[in-house]
């Protein structure tokens, strides 16, 4: 089970960090990401780590977003900086076994 806290209402330019928190051991040892997706369009990837800490960005967020996790808490994030509003979109937390129940990011420009 994956549950996602932090999205919300920001101006553009601004900050958010997502979090994840994954029940049970399993983030130690499977892939985790961030996917997002906009009214009327597919799921997209957004980022993703590995379990041995490599990461893979979308072209469209690289360099203003960073995902990173702590093993000791389960729990994946996702830093958003310099937001765009063609970055509103509701952002899913994912890993090979669930997805998480989507959180809302709205940029306003």
């Known amino acids: 089970r994956l549950v996602e806290s932090g999205g919300g209402l920001v101006q553009a330019g601004g900050s958010l960090r997502l979090s994840c928190a994954a029940s049970g051991s399993i983030f130690s040892v499977s892939p985790m990401g961030w996917y997002r997706q906009l009214p009327g369009k597919p799921r997209e990837l957004v980022a993703t780590?590995?379990?041995?800490?490599?990461?893979n960005y979308a072209d469209s967020v690289k360099g203003r977003f960073t995902i990173s996790g702590d093993n000791a808490k389960n729990t994946v994030y996702l830093q958003m900086n310099s937001l765009k509003s063609e970055d509103t979109a509701v952002y899913y937390c994912w890993n090979p076994f669930a997805w998480g129940q989507g959180t809302q990011v709205t940029v306003s420009s």
């Open positions: 780590l590995t379990s041995d800490g490599n990461t």
